[in-house]
């Protein structure tokens, strides 16, 4: 058995954009600020994978935080030990409820009740395939991570503007110079591979401007968030009570930031791919048959595919390399 000291738990956020009451609830609110992409909210179909995936490739994990606005999968079993449902209300103040941003949600889960120390972010869209060890997330109680820094091109206005936001924020704490002089072997490191020349072309600014991030798990100390909200609290109020993403969104990635800039990191490698669902998926089928990486993300971004088709293809890849029900199913 583990020390509670090693105790590392897994945060799942799930909306079901289905639900009729959520539905209503939420167009109530439209209009109000921000965007409300359908595919921020539409289900495919296919969570059952991921925790099959935890089940035979991740049964160390100590608990599985699984957040949602109040609705489940028909098929959960809630009454699996290794399981906490968490609503929205069980930890987000309720001055910021309703939400239907998920900078807002991620940016209080530090709140949750019991959350272990270190925990790790999955996204719904994110699936095991290979088996996973608990150095892949931590290692010596600080978080495996990268420190890759770039100016990411043709992005889109709304991605633009919350870099923007971290970037003020983190400059206001830390010095590029003392980072550089403190922590040159993590800020350089052999496991980054050729991504190190892209920070190297980032020397040339005196302050940080954007900071490489994975569309794949993220592991967090606790303490990076009540760092940041006992320094930013009137930043982040404001922020929490966006009902939708809007510019001054602020999210869980400046919690990356201020730990990789506090040098509470360890240099590591990718583990994982990260794939937007189309209309020709081959690469990302080849990649679930073969099983090429321990962790895949699978966005649904683009409003112009056939849905239904891609969903449906890449759901049958899935089922074939997790055709067993488990434990958290009924």
């Given at each position: 058995?583990?020390?509670?000291?090693?105790?590392?738990?897994?945060?799942?956020?799930?909306?079901?954009?289905?639900?009729?009451?959520?539905?209503?609830q939420k167009n109530e609110y439209l209009g109000i600020t921000g965007d409300s992409n359908i595919?921020?909210?539409?289900?495919?179909?296919?969570?059952?994978?991921?925790?099959?995936?935890?089940?035979?490739?991740?049964?160390?994990?100590?608990?599985?935080?699984?957040?949602?606005?109040?609705?489940?999968?028909?098929?959960?079993?809630?009454?699996?030990?290794?399981?906490?449902?968490?609503?929205?209300?069980?930890?987000?103040?309720?001055?910021?409820?309703?939400?239907?941003?998920?900078?807002?949600?991620?940016?209080?889960?530090?709140?949750?009740?019991?959350?272990?120390?270190?925990?790790?972010?999955?996204?719904?869209?994110?699936?095991?395939?290979?088996?996973?060890?608990?150095?892949?997330?931590?290692?010596?109680?600080?978080?495996?991570?990268?420190?890759?820094?770039?100016?990411?091109?043709?992005?889109?206005?709304?991605?633009?503007?919350?870099?923007?936001?971290?970037?003020?924020?983190?400059?206001?704490?830390?010095?590029?110079q003392e980072f550089i002089k403190n922590n040159k072997w993590k800020m350089f490191n052999i496991?980054?591979?050729?991504?190190?020349?892209?920070?190297?072309?980032?020397?040339?600014?005196?302050?940080?401007?954007?900071?490489?991030?994975?569309?794949?798990?993220?592991?967090?100390?606790?303490?990076?968030?009540?760092?940041?909200?006992?320094?930013?609290q009137e930043k982040l109020d404001k922020a929490c009570k966006n009902k939708f993403r809007a510019?001054?969104?602020?999210?869980?990635?400046?919690?990356?930031?201020?730990?990789?800039?506090?040098?509470?990191?360890?240099?590591?490698?990718?583990?994982?791919?990260?794939?937007?669902?189309?209309?020709?998926?081959?690469?990302?089928?080849?990649?679930?048959?073969?099983?090429?990486?321990?962790?895949?993300?699978?966005?649904?971004?683009?409003?112009?595919?056939?849905?239904?088709?891609?969903?449906?293809?890449?759901?049958?890849?899935?089922?074939?390399?997790?055709?067993?029900?488990?434990?958290?199913?009924?």
């Amino acid at each position: 058995m583990k020390k509670i000291k090693d105790k590392i738990d897994f945060v799942i956020l799930w909306v079901d954009g289905n639900d009729e009451n959520w539905l209503k609830q939420k167009n109530e609110y439209l209009g109000i600020t921000g965007d409300s992409n359908i595919n921020r909210f539409r289900d495919c179909e296919n969570l059952q994978y991921l925790f099959r995936g935890i089940e035979k490739h991740a049964p160390w994990v100590n608990k599985v935080f699984f957040v949602t606005w109040g609705h489940l999968p028909k098929w959960l079993d809630v009454a699996n030990p290794k399981i906490e449902i968490i609503k929205h209300e069980d930890f987000i103040p309720k001055e910021y409820l309703p939400t239907f941003n998920s900078n807002v949600i991620e940016m209080n889960l530090f709140r949750i009740k019991d959350l272990s120390s270190k925990f790790v972010i999955f996204n719904d869209d994110l699936f095991i395939l290979k088996d996973l060890k608990p150095e892949d997330f931590f290692e010596n109680g600080l978080p495996k991570d990268m420190y890759i820094e770039y100016i990411k091109k043709n992005c889109s206005r709304r991605h633009y503007v919350l870099r923007k936001n971290h970037a003020d924020i983190i400059n206001k704490y830390f010095s590029k110079q003392e980072f550089i002089k403190n922590n040159k072997w993590k800020m350089f490191n052999i496991k980054y591979k050729k991504d190190n020349f892209k920070t190297l072309k980032m020397l040339k600014y005196k302050e940080f401007q954007d900071i490489y991030s994975q569309h794949l798990t993220q592991c967090y100390l606790k303490e990076s968030f009540e760092e940041i909200w006992k320094k930013e609290q009137e930043k982040l109020d404001k922020a929490c009570k966006n009902k939708f993403r809007a510019d001054n969104d602020l999210g869980c990635v400046l919690a990356r930031y201020w730990q990789l800039l506090s040098g509470k990191f360890i240099p590591t490698t990718k583990i994982g791919k990260y794939f937007i669902m189309a209309n020709d998926n081959h690469k990302l089928l080849k990649t679930i048959s073969n099983r090429k990486k321990k962790i895949i993300c699978i966005n649904d971004s683009d409003l112009k595919i056939d849905f239904e088709k891609s969903r449906d293809e890449i759901n049958g890849a899935l089922e074939r390399i997790f055709p067993n029900q488990c434990s958290f199913e009924k």
